[in-house]
């Protein structure tokens, strides 16, 4: 059974920095590993995603330069550096993981989803 635990959320001001990091179990047969965003009221959006080796990566173009997906080790296979933080980066934020190759960016694509960690980011 996968079980993803995030953390590392919390009150940031503008232009500073937070690292989420996601621990995981079971998940050996998983092969993409993500984060993604939710505000209240809008649907849950890509943030970046990673393959299981740590070498592919994708972003969502608003992160890129700012953000980076990367990996430790097997216990914490996903971490989000988080950069020059803005108040529109604001949002729960949640470690997914896919069995698919693709890296993909659609929520549908993703069969596992921790509780999410509050990320807010003030002005």
């Known amino acids: 059974q996968v079980q993803l635990v995030e953390s590392g959320g919390g009150l940031v001001q503008a232009g500073g920095s937070l690292r989420l990091s996601c621990a995981a179990s079971?998940?050996?047969?998983?092969?993409?590993m993500a984060w993604f965003r939710q505000v209240p009221g809008k649907e849950r959006k890509f943030v970046a995603a990673?393959?299981?080796?740590?070498?592919?990566?994708s972003y969502e173009d608003s992160v890129k330069g700012r953000f980076t997906i990367s990996r430790d080790n097997a216990k914490n296979p996903v971490n989000l550096q988080m950069n020059r933080l803005k108040p529109e980066d604001t949002a729960v934020y949640y470690c997914?993981?896919?069995?698919?190759?693709?890296?993909?960016?659609?929520?549908?694509?993703?069969?596992?989803w921790g509780q999410g960690t509050q990320v807010t980011v003030s002005s």
């Open positions: 997914a993981a896919s069995r698919s190759f693709g890296l993909p960016s659609t929520t549908g694509n993703y069969a596992y």
């Open positions: 990673m393959h299981w080796s740590g070498i592919i990566t």
């Open positions: 079971g998940t050996s047969s998983t092969s993409t």
